[in-house]
């Protein structure tokens, strides 16, 4: 007799019950020097907090990166993540970057052709020509 | 219908707010302090009467919310609100929903997605004024069914016969597409590059109301 595991009634979808986004945590790194990071300080300085405030969900960490273009680091559930340089960019436009990545699933991009996505089992079941009245000729 | 309409906005304002958890933890805050302008209705109190799911801000299906979210007695909608149910259909409902899985084909923006509950949709089009957690409504759909019955729609159903929600998951995008540009005779290449944006949703509610909810 072979060990077998103990099987799964159901399989957990997020969004079906509970919602987790999933976005964990945005890093966002700045040169106090250069002027590429410009827009991004002063993001820091009007638009973060209020960003972080409507947010709860996600974790906000801010450090300095000397030298070096300002970049904003997105971590994911799933384990990847994404990272997105600002330089040169407004503040309005780096908030777009950072929705984009609070938004964003962490899966590599991929091109997909049918809309809806399914692990459910057909509803109607596979047609067969022997079930079912028949047609008499 | 009148009366309806009254007796929902009481049982609404029974959910009190203590039932519901601290605002900062409603997903649609995020909308808020963005300034941009909104294109979805705030629920009112004649759509989200069932609304009984503590953290999600209902919304209409964005290609009638305008119209019908804010007065669902004049909404154009194929005079669902109002008519009663032929006698097959009072007689067949129930059967079919009693069966143990269901489909429906929900339209968004008169697309058809046939779809089952949990199942993720992408939209063609990244919609505009929704964050990720909400919980969109969606009153539109054509066909309704299960193994063994079907009930289909002359163009649309009844909305009051069924309950079908979709959670926003957020923003998806796809790979660069480069579409190389020529003319005859001509070394010059141009090379156009687009990359669009998608809504994902996920449907995580579907349910069929019973007859006399839907009588009365």
Redesign the interface.
């Known amino acids: 007799m072979t060990v077998q595991a103990i099987r799964k009634a159901t399989v957990g979808q997020n969004g079906v019950g509970a919602f987790l986004l999933q976005c964990k945590r945005l890093d966002f790194h700045y040169c106090d020097w250069a002027g590429s990071s410009r827009g991004m300080n002063s993001f820091l300085r009007h638009t973060l907090a209020k960003f972080a405030a409507a947010n709860p969900q996600v974790e906000m960490t801010v450090s300095p990166r000397p030298r070096r273009h300002p970049v904003i680091i997105g971590h994911y559930i799933n384990g990847r993540e994404k990272a997105i340089c600002v330089r040169n960019l407004q503040k309005e436009q780096i908030l777009e970057k950072a929705e984009l990545l609070r938004d964003a699933s962490g899966e590599k991009q991929k091109r997909v052709t049918k809309p809806v996505r399914s692990i459910n089992e057909s509803v109607r079941g596979v047609w067969s020509p022997y079930h079912g009245g028949g047609i008499h000729v | 219908m009148l009366s309806r309409t009254i007796r929902k906005s009481i049982l609404d304002t029974r959910i009190s707010p203590s039932a519901l958890p601290p605002t ?2 409603l ?1 649609y ?6 300034n941009t302008a909104q294109h979805v209705e705030p629920p009112t109190d004649g759509f989200n009467a069932s609304q009984v799911a503590p ?1 999600s801000s209902e919304n209409a299906q964005p290609a009638e919310s305008t119209s019908s979210a804010t007065s669902p007695i004049t909404a154009p909608t194929s005079a669902s609100s109002t008519a009663t149910l032929s006698p097959s259909v009072k007689e067949l409902l129930p059967l079919l929903a009693a069966q143990p ?3 429906i084909s929900a339209h968004i923006h008169g697309r058809p ?12 089009f990244r919609m505009p004024g929704v ?3 909400d919980v969109l409504r969606l009153n539109r759909a054509s066909s309704l ?3 063994d019955y079907t009930l289909k729609g002359a163009p649309y159903l009844d909305e009051r016969i069924f309950e079908c929600r979709a ?1 926003v ?7 660069m597409r480069f579409k190389e540009k020529t003319k005859r005779r001509n070394r010059k290449v141009n090379v156009v590059k687009s990359k669009h944006k ?1 809504t ?1 949703l ?1 449907i ?1 509610e579907l349910k069929i109301n019973d007859l006399e909810s839907i009588e009365s």
């Open positions: 900062f933890l997903p805050r995020a909308r808020y302090f963005n953290t899985s269901h489909y997605y046939l779809v089952t509950a949990g199942d993720i949709v992408r939209l063609p964050v990720p957690g069914g299960s193994r959670r998951m957020g923003t998806e995008s796809e790979p998608f994902i996920r995580s």
